[in-house]
């Protein structure tokens, strides 16, 4: 069962990933002086998405666990993981941790884009 959800997934994120750049790149315009719009659409959409695929499974829906796992970790986590992390901070909101929300929340992107930067330094202290 274990190898069907990990093909799911995989197929999943492709599809996802292949949405995120179709759609970022039909959105973003050189007109908008660097601006991402594109990638910003696709968060904004893909946490969206994400909200009516979870609740509608909770609500409506009685899919297999192959199905959640292809729709939510695999398309959407490949159009955006952005609309993972939003769901793990509304769950966290909604449980009331509002503590572990903000650092959640805070920190993930303060370290991701430290993390980043921390990236780029190493390489070009490499390479550069």
């Not at 695929?53 to 297999?64: I, P, Q």
Request: aromatic share 14%.
């Amino acid at each position: 069962m274990r190898a069907i959800i990990l093909a799911a997934v995989g197929v999943g994120g492709a599809i996802g990933s292949m949405a995120r750049y179709l759609i970022a790149g039909w959105v973003q315009s050189p007109a908008w002086n660097g601006f991402p719009y594109g990638i910003f659409i696709v968060n904004v959409t893909g946490g969206f998405v994400m909200g009516l695929l979870v609740e509608g499974m909770a609500l409506k829906f009685n899919v297999t666990p192959v199905t959640r796992a292809f729709l939510t970790t695999g398309i959407m986590g490949g159009y955006t993981t952005f609309s993972t992390f939003s769901l793990e901070a509304a769950l966290l909101i909604e449980r009331h941790a509002y503590g572990q929300a903000s650092v959640y929340i805070a920190g993930s992107a303060l370290l991701s884009i430290i993390a980043l930067f921390a990236g780029l330094w190493l390489m070009r202290s490499i390479y550069a």
